[in-house]
Nanobody
Framework: QVQLVESGGGSVQTGGSLRLSCVAS????????AGWFRQAPGKERDFVAA????????YYADSVKGRFTISRDNAKNTVYLQMNNLKPEDTAVYYC????????????????????WGKGTLVTVSS
């Protein structure tokens, strides 16, 4: 079993930055592909970024490419999301996710079957 706990959300103005962290419990985290998803009010949950088990491969939604960076530290059982140049449309609850059976490339397809989810952290970007 893996439990995921996100932190680092908050309120920032347009153009600001935040760094989200997701700490995982359990010994299998380093064997899991990890990623971030987000859900804006009244909308479906969307893929944001994914990272491979070893951290060498990353994927991003087009809407965040060049602004967000995903990374992980398996020694600390932690995955990060550095968010720069934030925009009001980035306002959402951000969820950490981990999946033992998926590649980073396919993690976006696992919304309905993801092995593990965190409870989310709210990011609010004001104009």
């Amino acid at each position: 079993q893996v439990q995921l706990v996100e932190s680092g959300g908050g309120s920032v103005q347009t153009g600001g930055s935040l760094r989200l962290s997701c700490v995982a419990s359990g010994e299998t985290f380093s064997s899991a592909t990890a990623g971030w998803f987000r859900q804006a009010p009244g909308k479906e949950r969307d893929f944001v970024a994914a990272i491979s088990r070893g951290g060498g491969t990353t994927y991003y939604a087009d809407s965040v490419k060049g602004r967000f960076t995903i990374s992980r530290d398996n020694a600390k059982n932690t995955v990060y999301l550095q968010m720069n140049n934030l925009k009001p449309e980035d306002t959402a609850v951000y969820y950490c996710a981990a999946d033992l059976g998926s590649s980073a490339q396919r993690l976006s397809e696992r919304i309905g079957t993801m092995d593990y989810w965190g409870k989310g952290t709210l990011v609010t970007v004001s104009s």
